[in-house]
Structure formats: C-alpha cells, structure tokens
C-alpha cells in the first residue's frame, strides 16, 4: 500500500528553527570550550529525535545523550558519526553493539566491568564509558572515593576507554543551594581523587547550564529548555535568555451545534448548557495524551480562549465556542493564536505535574510535522 497522508487535522507542530536558536544562545552563553551535549532521549521529549538532532547538531550541539540501548541504536541508523552516550544503566550484553557503533556507556559498577572483561579483547573497536556519580540523587552511581577508584581500576583493560565522568544534581532548578553546593563539592572531591583525569567532566543539567556558571567543566547536558522549556519556574525567571518554545498542538473543528438551555455534553451528560450556546467538536482525545484531567482547561479558536465542556473521550472534545463559527476552523491547543497563547506550563498547572511530562505524554498518534 502506498504511504498515507495524515487525514485527521490534529498534529504537533516542531519548529526547528526554535530548537536551533535555544542551542545558539546557550553556545553564546557558555565558555567557548564547552561542549553541548543535546539530550534528546524519549523521542526528545516527544518532539521526534532524528529531526531535533539534527536541528541542534547544525546549531552548535558536539554531543547528543539518550537514555536507553534501543534510542541510542535508533539515533546511530541516522547519524553516523557524532558521539552518543547512554545515561542509564545497560546490560553488559549491550558493550559490543556499543564498540561496534560508537556509543558511549554509563559505567558505576565494578561487577559490570568484570562481566564487561572477557568480552572486551573482542571488540573491534574501543568502548568508551563515563563512570556515573551519585553525589545525591540516589539513583545510580558511584557514592565514595573508594567505589570510584574500584570502578575507575576495573575499567583499565584492553579496548576500554574512561572517557569521561559525571553527575546529576537534584535541586539545581530551585532557589535554595545548600544541597546543590553539597552534591558540587562531593563531585569535585571525587574527580580529584583519580589518578588521571578523564577527557570529558560534566556536572551541568539544563537549570545549572542556565543559572549556575560556575559548574560548565567540560560540557553541558541541555535537556528541557533545548524545547524551549524552563526547568522551573524559578529558572524561568533568572533565564539569561528568552527560551523559544518548540511545540504545538492544533487541530480544526470537525462539528458546530447549537445547545439549548438544559441539553447536555458528553459522558456522564456532566455538562448542561445553562442557555443558547455553541458547541464545536475537535479529533483529539486521552488516547492522544490530551488526559481526561485537563476539563475545563481552555483552547484558543480565532485568538479567543474557549473552554472545554463535558468529560474529554478518548478521540474527541468538546468546547464551548464563543460564537458560531464554521467547520475546519483552525484550533490550538497548545501554541499562540492571535495575541493569546497556552503554553505547555499551563497544561502542567492544571494537572498538578512538571512541564516535562506534558511533550512526553502526547503520544505518537499524534504526527509531528517539522518547519524548518
């Protein structure tokens, strides 16, 4: 069957162009030596990976970070050549496909490395590894000088390389320091405890990329605000930059009616029309990620905000217009129409979460369409 064309008018729209000025101001912003490394793991953050990659790779980014075996095979069947490091934890299965491919592994464990020992002679070519720190985060990661020196030991072997050393600080997004400067200053202790220094030192997520210059060392991990993002809130307003966000999501109205004073809407019939009103219909659904938590959250129609009525279905919504309006008009959910605009923060408000979970919970029914 010859590929289809999208039918159904709901899509995200990725501008590149964003995603590429958000990695030209942090390369202004950083020292001229540091390297940008581009995290672009969960499809970055919904947007679609192959495209952001590339976007930021011509932009400035020198290094691209995922999160699993399978993102990082995915990336390397597009891009050839530019370095790839897993920041989670990997089977030792996985070391050969890595040599083979040029990707980097996160290594925090001196029983890994020992099953990693036989195999290695093997590899046709080195495996570069950064050994992970946990300075406090509690997730994985070497936690003493002692386990660091074991791991760092353990990994002097044939066809292994240390290339690098990092951690990730939990609170660099909030105000308060005192467990920041706590977690920098155990990362600094371990790092000089090592007899050689490896390549590559990065300690920098995106909120201290942004606030905390101090900790660039030798490359940053831009995650969240690469999409035009804030971390937080608090990061939001100490930006050295205006951030441009990457991601829209729009859709057009598919059926216009007019309610009368006590009909209803939707499952439930939780909604009852108080008056005349008109109702306009839209293909988009909790089977799209737009959750069922978002009622009463509004969308933008001709520039002007009209609310959601009744409870979200899984493939249609239903919004109160604020006049009539005609079949294939053009509605946004999450971008700027006219001189409004709902943003991805407002969606995390109304849903008691973080941004970050908004781009990553709109799911690939969803095609992402990409202006250049």
Sequence with gaps: MEELQN???TKAVIDLKAIQSNISNLRKHLHSDVHIMAVIKANAYGHGDIRVAEAALEAGATMLAVATPEEALHVRCHIADTPILILGAVPV???????KYGITLTVFST???EQLAPLAPQFEKPLRIHVKVDSGMGR???RTVEELRAVYDAAQMEHVVVDGIF?????????ETTFYEQQLATFK???ASLPTKPRLVHAANT???LVKEHVQFDAVRFGISLYGLAPSPYVGEHLPYALQPAFSLETELVHVKELHNGETVGYGATYEATGDEWIGTIPVGYADGVLRGLANQEVLVQGMRAPIVGRICMDQIMIKLPKKMTVGERVVLIGKQGNDEITMQEWASRLNTIVYEIPCMLTTRIPRVYNA
């Design 207 to 209: 909120a201290a990329a």
């Design 189 to 191: 202790k371990l790092v």
């Design 140 to 142: 994985i990661g070497v």
């Design 111 to 113: 029983e890994w490395l």
């Design 7 to 9: 039918f159904r008018p």
């Design 93 to 99: 299965s996985f070391a050969p496909y890595a040599a």
């Design 167 to 175: 951690t990730h600080f939990a609170t660099a997004d909030d105000e």
